[in-house]
């Protein structure tokens, strides 16, 4: 699963940044990218995207460009854009975080500074990893149904970004937001009814800031962990404290199941995201996982823990 051979010299990258992911500046990158470029004597180029979509084309060009690792610089929304352009070639996903929460990156042990990230471009060692498919559009990180998802659709819309602006969205909302019914067949035959105010769907173990909604969740394990969360009183702080803690699914507030296909209906339409980007509203769902589809760049002393 893991080839030993790193990113080295007189290699070929493309960086791929989306200027509008996160709060951070972009002034320096390029800077930064090329030092980084002459001290392992490689070959750098950098495009940014210029709307929805635009770094899946991008990847796909590198792709033919014969590039040999592209990088997706920005948050979560960015990272499966490039993914999609790669999933299913050799061709090695970098990630350089630059968004509001950087799950995928914080999971896999990405430093979140820039500029030692794009060094750790160099460094790191490409491994397989899982995707999944959500009524066929593609996620690698943690995607969600329910208040999440409404959050996510309420952020997309407002031109403020960054952590404190989501957070103050979800305050808002989560009064607001009920319960729904949930129906789920798990591999075609087990049927589980549930109530849910989050329906989780995760490869990695957290949203983004370490928030971890399945602690000792893989990416390389070939699963989907599906975590049904029941609405938590506002008065029951310590159960929202645990998420940031990583002991979430200890609260008595969800039940985490672990499968590799999932299909499931509602009660009525709910909004949901993948990888944080809003996707409307739906009432059936189905989700099935890619093995192994994806090649990640990884530092090598996270290659055991992922």
């Known amino acids: ?55 899946t084309e991008l990847a796909r060009e590198g792709l033919q460009e014969k590039y040999t690792a592209v990088v ?38 990405i430093p979140l500074d820039k500029a030692r990230a794009v060094e750790a471009v160099f460094s790191s060692e490409p491994i397989k990893i899982d995707t999944f498919t959500i009524n066929g559009r593609v996620s690698v990180n943690v995607s969600g149904i329910g208040f999440d998802g409404h959050v996510a659709n309420l952020f997309g819309r407002n031109s403020k970004r960054g952590l404190w602006e ?59 962990n599906v975590n049904v969360i029941r609405k938590i009183p506002l008065s029951r702080l310590d159960a929202a404290y645990a998420l ?3 002991d979430i699914t200890r609260s008595g507030w969800c039940e985490v199941i672990e499968t590799d296909a ?9 909004e949901y995201h993948i990888d944080g980007e809003p996707c409307g509203a739906s009432d059936a769902f189905s989700i099935r996982i890619n093995p192994s589809s994806l090649t990640v760049l990884v530092p090598p002393a996270m290659h055991s823990q992922i």
């Not at 509008?20 to 070959?43: C, D, K, M």
């Not at 929304?77 to 990630?95: D, F, K, R, Y």
């Not at 305050?171 to 009814?193: I, Q, V, W």
């Open 1 to 55: 699963m893991i080839n030993a051979a790193a990113v080295n010299t007189s290699q070929k990258v493309l960086f791929i940044a989306n200027k509008r992911s996160g709060t951070g500046s972009y002034q320096r990158l390029e800077a930064v990218i090329q030092q980084a470029a002459f001290r392992n004597a490689a070959t750098c180029a950098i495009k940014y995207t210029q709307s929805a979509r635009h770094a």
């Open 72 to 109: 997706a610089v920005g948050g979560d929304g960015t990272v499966n854009e490039v993914a999609c352009g790669l999933i299913g070639s050799h061709m090695p996903l970098g990630i350089v975080p630059g968004g509001s929460g950087n799950g995928l990156a914080r999971h896999l042990g």
């Open 166 to 224: 989501y957070a103050r969205i979800a305050l808002r909302e989560y009064t607001r937001f009920r319960e729904f019914e949930s129906t789920l067949t798990l591999a075609g035959t087990e049927l589980r009814h549930r109530s849910a105010f989050i329906i989780a769907i995760a490869n990695s173990s957290q949203y983004g800031n370490n928030a971890r909604v399945v602690p000792h969740g893989s990416v390389c394990d070939g699963k989907i």
């Open 244 to 246: 940031f803690k990583g």
């Open 262 to 270: 999932l299909a499931m209906s509602l009660n009525r339409p709910v």
